[in-house]
Protein backbone atom coordinates (compact mmCIF):
# COMPACT_ATOMS: atom_id res chain seq x y z
CA UNK A 1 0.00 0.00 0.00
CA UNK A 2 1.52 3.58 -1.03
CA UNK A 3 1.22 5.92 1.36
CA UNK A 4 -1.16 7.93 -0.23
CA UNK A 5 -3.27 4.52 -0.55
CA UNK A 6 -3.00 4.74 3.52
CA UNK A 7 -3.77 8.14 3.91
CA UNK A 8 -6.92 7.29 2.43
CA UNK A 9 -7.35 3.70 3.81
CA UNK A 10 -7.22 5.58 7.41
CA UNK A 11 -9.71 8.42 6.73
CA UNK A 12 -12.59 5.97 5.69
CA UNK A 13 -11.66 3.48 8.78
CA UNK A 14 -11.73 6.57 10.94
CA UNK A 15 -15.17 7.35 9.78
CA UNK A 16 -16.42 3.73 9.76
CA UNK A 17 -15.86 3.56 13.93
CA UNK A 18 -18.58 7.04 13.87
CA UNK A 19 -21.09 5.89 11.98
CA UNK A 20 -24.38 6.34 14.14
CA UNK A 21 -26.18 3.23 14.10
CA UNK A 22 -23.98 1.63 17.36
CA UNK A 23 -24.28 4.61 19.45
CA UNK A 24 -27.77 5.12 18.80
CA UNK A 25 -28.88 2.08 20.12
CA UNK A 26 -26.29 2.28 23.09
CA UNK A 27 -28.60 5.60 24.17
CA UNK A 28 -31.89 3.90 23.68
CA UNK A 29 -30.89 1.16 26.42
CA UNK A 30 -32.45 3.24 29.24
CA UNK A 31 -36.24 2.91 28.46
CA UNK A 32 -38.54 5.26 27.15
CA UNK A 33 -41.75 6.50 28.69
CA UNK A 34 -44.75 6.31 26.93
CA UNK A 35 -45.94 6.75 22.98
CA UNK A 36 -42.81 7.81 21.24
CA UNK A 37 -42.53 10.30 18.58
CA UNK A 38 -39.23 10.66 16.57
CA UNK A 39 -37.59 13.54 15.16
CA UNK A 40 -34.49 13.34 13.31
CA UNK A 41 -32.77 16.01 11.58
CA UNK A 42 -29.28 16.32 10.08
CA UNK A 43 -26.79 14.76 7.44
CA UNK A 44 -26.87 11.47 9.56
CA UNK A 45 -30.80 12.08 10.23
CA UNK A 46 -31.34 8.79 8.43
CA UNK A 47 -29.29 6.11 9.97
CA UNK A 48 -29.41 7.44 13.32
CA UNK A 49 -33.69 6.86 12.42
CA UNK A 50 -32.93 3.64 11.10
CA UNK A 51 -30.97 2.45 14.15
CA UNK A 52 -33.33 3.69 15.89
CA UNK A 53 -36.60 2.07 14.31
CA UNK A 54 -35.06 -1.07 14.63
CA UNK A 55 -34.87 -0.95 18.26
CA UNK A 56 -38.00 0.45 19.10
CA UNK A 57 -40.03 -0.32 15.71
CA UNK A 58 -43.79 -0.51 16.99
CA UNK A 59 -43.37 1.93 19.85
CA UNK A 60 -42.86 4.66 17.44
CA UNK A 61 -46.32 5.83 16.80
CA UNK A 62 -44.77 8.46 13.79
CA UNK A 63 -42.15 10.16 13.15
CA UNK A 64 -39.99 11.86 10.08
CA UNK A 65 -36.52 12.58 9.45
CA UNK A 66 -35.33 15.53 7.38
CA UNK A 67 -31.80 14.88 6.12
CA UNK A 68 -29.72 16.26 3.20
CA UNK A 69 -30.58 15.90 -0.60
CA UNK A 70 -28.84 12.43 -1.47
CA UNK A 71 -28.03 11.22 2.51
CA UNK A 72 -31.71 9.35 2.36
CA UNK A 73 -31.11 5.59 1.95
CA UNK A 74 -34.88 4.38 1.19
CA UNK A 75 -38.32 4.10 3.41
CA UNK A 76 -37.60 3.40 7.03
CA UNK A 77 -41.03 1.70 8.45
CA UNK A 78 -44.57 4.21 8.54
CA UNK A 79 -41.27 7.32 9.00
CA UNK A 80 -42.06 10.21 6.86
CA UNK A 81 -38.45 10.89 4.77
CA UNK A 82 -37.70 14.38 3.50
CA UNK A 83 -34.83 15.11 1.86
CA UNK A 84 -33.97 19.18 2.02
CA UNK A 85 -31.36 21.62 0.69
CA UNK A 86 -28.25 22.43 2.65
CA UNK A 87 -26.49 24.72 3.25
CA UNK A 88 -29.23 27.58 1.86
CA UNK A 89 -32.59 27.20 2.77
CA UNK A 90 -35.32 26.60 0.57
CA UNK A 91 -38.67 26.52 0.53
CA UNK A 92 -38.95 22.46 0.79
CA UNK A 93 -37.05 22.57 4.53
CA UNK A 94 -39.61 24.79 6.05
CA UNK A 95 -42.29 22.45 5.01
CA UNK A 96 -40.79 19.25 6.21
CA UNK A 97 -39.97 21.56 9.31
CA UNK A 98 -43.52 22.20 9.76
CA UNK A 99 -44.52 18.65 9.10
CA UNK A 100 -42.13 17.81 12.22
CA UNK A 101 -43.92 20.20 14.54
CA UNK A 102 -47.37 19.18 13.72
CA UNK A 103 -46.26 15.45 14.59
CA UNK A 104 -45.67 17.04 17.78
CA UNK A 105 -48.69 18.61 18.56
CA UNK A 106 -51.40 17.50 21.51
CA UNK A 107 -48.72 15.57 23.05
CA UNK A 108 -49.23 14.75 27.00
CA UNK A 109 -46.84 14.37 29.87
CA UNK A 110 -46.73 10.72 29.21
CA UNK A 111 -45.59 10.72 25.94
CA UNK A 112 -41.84 11.01 24.56
CA UNK A 113 -40.45 12.70 21.29
CA UNK A 114 -36.90 10.93 20.13
CA UNK A 115 -35.23 13.74 19.14
CA UNK A 116 -32.02 12.81 17.33
CA UNK A 117 -29.92 15.23 16.25
CA UNK A 118 -26.99 15.79 13.58
CA UNK A 119 -24.43 18.55 11.90
CA UNK A 120 -26.46 20.22 9.25
CA UNK A 121 -29.66 20.51 10.94
CA UNK A 122 -28.62 23.94 11.20
CA UNK A 123 -30.10 24.37 7.76
CA UNK A 124 -32.28 21.66 7.47
CA UNK A 125 -34.64 21.86 10.34
CA UNK A 126 -35.75 25.53 10.25
CA UNK A 127 -39.03 27.31 10.29
CA UNK A 128 -38.42 31.60 10.45
CA UNK A 129 -40.64 33.33 13.34
CA UNK A 130 -43.29 35.01 11.74
CA UNK A 131 -42.18 38.07 9.68
CA UNK A 132 -39.07 37.06 8.45
CA UNK A 133 -38.87 35.51 5.32
CA UNK A 134 -37.55 32.56 3.55
CA UNK A 135 -35.05 35.03 1.72
CA UNK A 136 -34.13 36.76 4.59
CA UNK A 137 -32.71 33.69 6.28
CA UNK A 138 -31.08 32.58 3.06
CA UNK A 139 -29.47 36.06 3.09
CA UNK A 140 -28.02 36.06 6.40
CA UNK A 141 -26.72 32.61 6.18
CA UNK A 142 -24.87 33.47 2.58
CA UNK A 143 -23.54 36.72 4.20
CA UNK A 144 -22.23 34.67 7.23
CA UNK A 145 -20.87 32.35 5.23
CA UNK A 146 -18.88 34.84 2.77
CA UNK A 147 -17.36 36.51 5.38
CA UNK A 148 -15.88 33.26 6.80
CA UNK A 149 -18.06 33.34 10.18
CA UNK A 150 -17.58 30.21 12.21
CA UNK A 151 -20.24 27.55 13.35
CA UNK A 152 -20.99 29.11 16.82
CA UNK A 153 -21.32 32.61 15.65
CA UNK A 154 -23.87 31.45 12.25
CA UNK A 155 -25.91 29.57 14.84
CA UNK A 156 -26.19 32.40 17.47
CA UNK A 157 -27.94 34.16 14.78
CA UNK A 158 -30.05 31.59 13.33
CA UNK A 159 -31.60 30.83 16.61
CA UNK A 160 -32.64 33.61 17.15
CA UNK A 161 -34.21 34.34 13.98
CA UNK A 162 -36.29 30.67 14.20
CA UNK A 163 -39.47 28.71 15.48
CA UNK A 164 -37.41 26.15 16.38
CA UNK A 165 -34.05 26.64 17.23
CA UNK A 166 -32.42 28.05 21.01
CA UNK A 167 -34.69 25.74 22.97
CA UNK A 168 -37.77 26.49 21.04
CA UNK A 169 -38.28 22.90 19.61
CA UNK A 170 -38.21 21.70 23.21
CA UNK A 171 -40.52 24.13 24.40
CA UNK A 172 -43.15 23.44 21.64
CA UNK A 173 -43.04 19.81 22.50
CA UNK A 174 -44.11 20.59 26.22
CA UNK A 175 -45.51 18.93 28.35
CA UNK A 176 -43.97 15.59 26.77
CA UNK A 177 -40.48 14.75 27.46
CA UNK A 178 -38.01 15.25 24.65
CA UNK A 179 -34.85 12.42 24.64
CA UNK A 180 -32.64 13.94 22.18
CA UNK A 181 -29.45 12.21 20.74
CA UNK A 182 -26.50 14.25 19.29
CA UNK A 183 -24.14 13.33 16.94
CA UNK A 184 -21.72 16.95 17.40
CA UNK A 185 -20.66 18.26 14.56
CA UNK A 186 -19.19 21.40 16.68
CA UNK A 187 -16.43 21.85 18.15
CA UNK A 188 -16.03 21.53 22.12
CA UNK A 189 -19.39 19.89 21.94
CA UNK A 190 -21.41 22.42 22.65
CA UNK A 191 -25.30 21.51 23.21
CA UNK A 192 -26.64 24.70 21.90
CA UNK A 193 -24.76 25.30 18.89
CA UNK A 194 -25.40 22.05 17.64
CA UNK A 195 -27.88 22.30 14.85
CA UNK A 196 -28.29 25.56 17.14
CA UNK A 197 -29.55 23.45 19.56
CA UNK A 198 -33.60 22.97 19.29
CA UNK A 199 -33.85 21.48 22.41
CA UNK A 200 -31.24 22.54 24.61
CA UNK A 201 -31.01 25.77 26.82
CA UNK A 202 -29.15 28.77 24.85
CA UNK A 203 -26.13 29.61 26.25
CA UNK A 204 -25.49 32.99 23.91
CA UNK A 205 -27.40 36.55 24.19
CA UNK A 206 -29.23 39.08 22.19
CA UNK A 207 -25.40 40.98 23.19
CA UNK A 208 -23.41 38.16 21.34
CA UNK A 209 -25.95 38.68 18.46
CA UNK A 210 -25.20 42.20 18.63
CA UNK A 211 -21.49 41.85 18.56
CA UNK A 212 -21.36 39.37 15.58
CA UNK A 213 -23.39 41.81 13.64
CA UNK A 214 -20.66 44.55 13.97
CA UNK A 215 -17.64 42.13 13.59
CA UNK A 216 -18.43 41.31 9.96
CA UNK A 217 -20.82 44.63 9.09
CA UNK A 218 -23.42 42.28 7.70
CA UNK A 219 -26.53 44.25 6.35
CA UNK A 220 -29.68 42.94 7.66
CA UNK A 221 -33.21 44.20 7.01
CA UNK A 222 -35.68 45.08 9.48
CA UNK A 223 -37.56 41.99 9.88
CA UNK A 224 -34.37 40.59 11.01
CA UNK A 225 -33.45 42.89 13.16
CA UNK A 226 -35.71 43.20 15.35
CA UNK A 227 -35.53 39.67 16.29
CA UNK A 228 -32.29 39.41 17.45
CA UNK A 229 -32.85 41.16 20.70
CA UNK A 230 -35.24 39.06 21.65
CA UNK A 231 -34.09 36.68 24.23
CA UNK A 232 -34.28 32.38 23.52
CA UNK A 233 -34.90 30.15 26.43
CA UNK A 234 -32.55 30.06 29.15
CA UNK A 235 -34.22 26.69 31.05
CA UNK A 236 -35.89 23.50 29.74
CA UNK A 237 -37.59 21.40 32.43
CA UNK A 238 -38.27 18.22 29.37
CA UNK A 239 -35.30 17.24 28.08
CA UNK A 240 -32.38 14.41 28.27
CA UNK A 241 -29.83 14.90 26.41
CA UNK A 242 -26.97 12.64 25.37
CA UNK A 243 -23.67 12.96 23.12
CA UNK A 244 -22.48 9.68 20.69
CA UNK A 245 -20.18 10.96 18.83
CA UNK A 246 -17.72 13.23 18.13
CA UNK A 247 -14.43 14.54 16.41
CA UNK A 248 -12.07 13.39 19.13
CA UNK A 249 -13.71 9.72 18.47
CA UNK A 250 -12.99 10.24 15.25
CA UNK A 251 -9.06 11.57 15.76
CA UNK A 252 -8.47 8.90 18.18
CA UNK A 253 -9.62 6.03 15.78
CA UNK A 254 -7.21 7.84 13.09
CA UNK A 255 -4.51 7.19 15.86
CA UNK A 256 -4.89 3.76 16.55
CA UNK A 257 -5.40 2.66 12.72
CA UNK A 258 -2.02 4.21 12.01
CA UNK A 259 -0.15 2.87 15.19
CA UNK A 260 -1.62 -0.49 13.82
CA UNK A 261 0.41 -0.01 10.63
CA UNK A 262 3.75 1.02 12.51
CA UNK A 263 3.35 5.13 12.30
CA UNK A 264 4.56 6.84 15.41
CA UNK A 265 1.47 9.52 15.36
CA UNK A 266 1.12 13.05 16.59
CA UNK A 267 -2.47 14.16 17.40
CA UNK A 268 -2.25 17.93 17.28
CA UNK A 269 -5.27 19.12 18.22
CA UNK A 270 -9.76 17.77 18.08
CA UNK A 271 -10.22 21.74 17.66
CA UNK A 272 -8.39 23.13 14.81
CA UNK A 273 -10.74 26.18 13.42
CA UNK A 274 -8.10 28.31 11.41
CA UNK A 275 -8.74 29.49 7.82
CA UNK A 276 -8.20 26.60 5.83
CA UNK A 277 -5.44 27.49 3.38
CA UNK A 278 -3.37 28.52 6.61
CA UNK A 279 -4.30 25.30 7.93
CA UNK A 280 -3.11 23.13 5.26
CA UNK A 281 0.23 25.39 4.77
CA UNK A 282 0.69 24.68 8.51
CA UNK A 283 0.82 20.67 8.05
CA UNK A 284 3.12 21.27 4.50
CA UNK A 285 5.60 23.00 7.28
CA UNK A 286 5.00 20.06 9.92
CA UNK A 287 5.95 17.47 6.72
CA UNK A 288 9.24 19.45 5.81
CA UNK A 289 10.04 19.61 9.31
CA UNK A 290 9.81 15.64 9.66
CA UNK A 291 11.12 14.97 6.52
CA UNK A 292 14.30 17.19 7.47
CA UNK A 293 14.63 14.50 9.98
CA UNK A 294 13.61 11.49 8.22
CA UNK A 295 17.34 9.50 7.69
CA UNK A 296 17.64 9.31 11.55
CA UNK A 297 14.16 7.40 12.27
CA UNK A 298 13.42 4.28 12.29
CA UNK A 299 9.39 4.35 11.64
CA UNK A 300 7.21 6.54 9.67
CA UNK A 301 5.54 9.40 11.06
CA UNK A 302 1.85 11.08 11.36
CA UNK A 303 0.45 14.25 12.06
CA UNK A 304 -3.52 14.32 13.07
CA UNK A 305 -5.80 16.81 13.70
CA UNK A 306 -9.78 17.17 13.53
CA UNK A 307 -12.05 19.89 13.69
CA UNK A 308 -13.13 22.80 11.03
CA UNK A 309 -11.90 24.93 9.37
CA UNK A 310 -13.57 28.30 7.20
CA UNK A 311 -12.75 29.96 3.99
CA UNK A 312 -12.97 33.46 3.52
CA UNK A 313 -14.46 33.39 0.03
CA UNK A 314 -12.18 35.87 -2.15
CA UNK A 315 -12.80 34.28 -5.59
CA UNK A 316 -15.62 32.65 -7.31
CA UNK A 317 -14.42 28.83 -7.63
CA UNK A 318 -15.70 26.20 -6.26
CA UNK A 319 -14.92 23.85 -3.46
CA UNK A 320 -14.96 23.05 0.10
CA UNK A 321 -12.45 23.61 3.42
CA UNK A 322 -11.21 20.20 3.08
CA UNK A 323 -10.32 21.01 -0.69
CA UNK A 324 -8.86 24.27 0.25
CA UNK A 325 -6.60 22.44 2.90
CA UNK A 326 -5.47 20.18 0.73
CA UNK A 327 -4.92 22.42 -2.64
CA UNK A 328 -2.84 24.70 -0.10
CA UNK A 329 -1.13 21.81 1.53
CA UNK A 330 0.12 20.44 -1.86
CA UNK A 331 1.77 23.90 -2.78
CA UNK A 332 3.36 23.43 0.32
CA UNK A 333 4.81 20.14 -0.25
CA UNK A 334 5.80 20.26 -3.81
CA UNK A 335 8.57 18.52 -5.19
CA UNK A 336 8.98 16.03 -1.79
CA UNK A 337 8.81 12.48 -1.65
CA UNK A 338 6.96 9.85 0.35
CA UNK A 339 4.68 12.08 1.89
CA UNK A 340 0.80 12.24 1.73
CA UNK A 341 -1.76 14.80 3.07
CA UNK A 342 -5.42 14.02 3.22
CA UNK A 343 -8.30 16.56 4.13
CA UNK A 344 -11.40 15.04 4.57
CA UNK A 345 -15.00 15.88 5.64
CA UNK A 346 -16.69 13.31 7.54
CA UNK A 347 -20.23 13.37 6.05
CA UNK A 348 -18.38 12.46 2.34
CA UNK A 349 -19.62 16.42 1.48
CA UNK A 350 -17.41 19.19 1.78
CA UNK A 351 -19.17 22.50 0.53
CA UNK A 352 -21.49 22.58 -1.96
CA UNK A 353 -19.70 19.64 -3.92
CA UNK A 354 -19.53 15.73 -4.81
CA UNK A 355 -16.13 15.53 -2.61
CA UNK A 356 -14.88 14.52 0.67
CA UNK A 357 -12.12 16.54 0.70
CA UNK A 358 -8.78 16.00 -1.40
CA UNK A 359 -5.51 13.46 -1.13
CA UNK A 360 -2.08 15.24 -2.21
CA UNK A 361 1.51 14.66 -1.96
CA UNK A 362 4.77 16.27 -3.72
CA UNK A 363 3.77 16.17 -7.11
CA UNK A 364 0.07 17.64 -6.85
CA UNK A 365 1.01 21.01 -8.24
CA UNK A 366 3.28 20.10 -10.88
CA UNK A 367 0.11 17.78 -12.54
CA UNK A 368 -1.75 20.83 -11.84
CA UNK A 369 0.69 22.42 -13.64
CA UNK A 370 0.73 20.01 -16.26
CA UNK A 371 -2.54 20.47 -17.47
CA UNK A 372 -2.03 24.36 -18.25
CA UNK A 373 -3.42 25.78 -14.63
CA UNK A 374 -2.27 27.68 -12.35
CA UNK A 375 -2.53 26.20 -8.57
CA UNK A 376 -1.54 29.24 -6.89
CA UNK A 377 -4.41 31.56 -8.72
CA UNK A 378 -6.69 28.55 -8.54
CA UNK A 379 -6.26 29.04 -4.37
CA UNK A 380 -6.83 32.59 -4.45
CA UNK A 381 -9.96 32.00 -6.52
CA UNK A 382 -11.00 29.38 -4.06
CA UNK A 383 -11.25 26.86 -7.10
CA UNK A 384 -9.84 23.98 -5.15
CA UNK A 385 -12.31 21.73 -6.71
CA UNK A 386 -11.51 22.29 -10.47
CA UNK A 387 -7.72 22.15 -9.24
CA UNK A 388 -7.88 18.78 -7.48
CA UNK A 389 -9.73 17.27 -10.30
CA UNK A 390 -7.55 18.02 -12.54
CA UNK A 391 -4.53 17.01 -10.93
CA UNK A 392 -6.34 13.37 -9.29
CA UNK A 393 -6.68 14.33 -6.45
CA UNK A 394 -10.11 14.55 -5.00
CA UNK A 395 -11.39 12.09 -2.50
CA UNK A 396 -14.80 11.39 -3.18
CA UNK A 397 -16.42 8.43 -0.41
CA UNK A 398 -20.20 9.74 -0.74
CA UNK A 399 -22.57 10.35 1.60
CA UNK A 400 -21.52 8.62 4.76
CA UNK A 401 -24.42 9.16 6.62
CA UNK A 402 -22.47 10.76 9.82
CA UNK A 403 -21.34 14.14 10.57
CA UNK A 404 -18.72 14.90 13.35
CA UNK A 405 -16.23 17.59 11.94
CA UNK A 406 -13.57 16.84 10.05
CA UNK A 407 -10.23 14.58 9.53
CA UNK A 408 -6.70 15.58 9.10
CA UNK A 409 -3.58 13.36 8.36
CA UNK A 410 -0.24 14.22 7.08
CA UNK A 411 2.11 10.90 6.57
CA UNK A 412 5.78 11.15 6.29
CA UNK A 413 7.45 7.87 5.27
Known sequence: MTIRETAVSVAKGAIESVLPERAVKEALAEPIEGSIVLIAIGKAAWRMANAAYESLGPRIARGCVITKDGHSRGPIGSLEIFEAAHPVLEQRNLDA???????????????????????????????????????????????????????VEINTLRKRISSVKGGRFAQACAPARVRSVVLSDVLGDRLDSIASGPAYPDSSTREDAASILRKYGLNLPPSILGKLSVETPKKLDNVDTRIT??????????????????????????????????????????????????????????FIAGGETVVKLKGKGKGGRCQEMALAAALGLQGLDGVAFA?????GTDGPTDAAGGVVDGATAQRIRSRGLDPHAMLEDNDAYHALEASGDLLITGPTGTNVNDLIVALIE
Not at 109 to 129: C, I, N, Q, R, W
Not at 245 to 267: H, I, R, W
Not at 343 to 347: C, E, I, K, L, R
Open 343 to 347: AVGSD
Open 245 to 302: GSVPVLCEAAKNLLAEQGFATTLLTTTLDCEAAAGGAFFAALAREAIRGRKDRASPVA
Open 97 to 151: TRRALSMTEGLSAKDSVLFLVSGGGSALFELPLEGVTLEDVADMTSQLLACGADI
